[in-house]
């Protein structure tokens, strides 16, 4: 069954940095398209970041612009989230997901999903 983990979540204090890594359980011969959400506690899931199957099309919300990269690593499977600078308002469960379409900002674009990892950004 095909699975997508994501690690890297952890505490970090305000100004600091973590990178997020999304693995799949499998190889493809066309790439996913892949994204980055996050969901903060009460509120709504929200797209972050998403990187198009060729890495084309790269996508950022405003509010991650310029502290956030989104990267692939294609032999190892593997979707980064190198997030800098970070604020207490980064706070949130982030989760990866997939398909093989286009990039986009709606839950329901996307047929996979991991199983999120949290990140705390608190002095």
């Known amino acids: 069954q095909l699975q997508f983990v994501e690690s890297g979540g952890g505490l970090v204090q305000p100004g600091g940095s973590l990178r997020l890594s999304c693995a799949a359980s499998?190889?493809?011969?066309?790439?996913?398209?892949v994204a980055w959400f996050r969901q903060a506690p009460g509120k709504e899931r929200v797209g972050v970041s998403c990187?198009?199957?060729?890495?084309?099309?790269?996508k950022y919300a405003d509010f991650v612009k310029g502290r956030f990269t989104i990267s692939r690593d294609i032999a190892k499977n593997t979707v980064y989230l190198q997030m800098n600078s970070l604020r207490p308002e980064d706070t949130a469960v982030y989760y990866c997901?997939?398909?093989?379409?286009?990039?986009?900002?709606?839950?329901?674009?996307?047929?996979?999903w991991g199983q999120g990892t949290q990140v705390t950004v608190s002095s």
């Open positions: 997901a997939a398909n093989w379409g286009y990039c986009s900002d709606y839950v329901s674009e996307f047929r996979y």
């Open positions: 499998e190889f493809f011969s066309t790439v996913p398209t």
């Open positions: 990187i198009s199957t060729t890495g084309g099309n790269i």
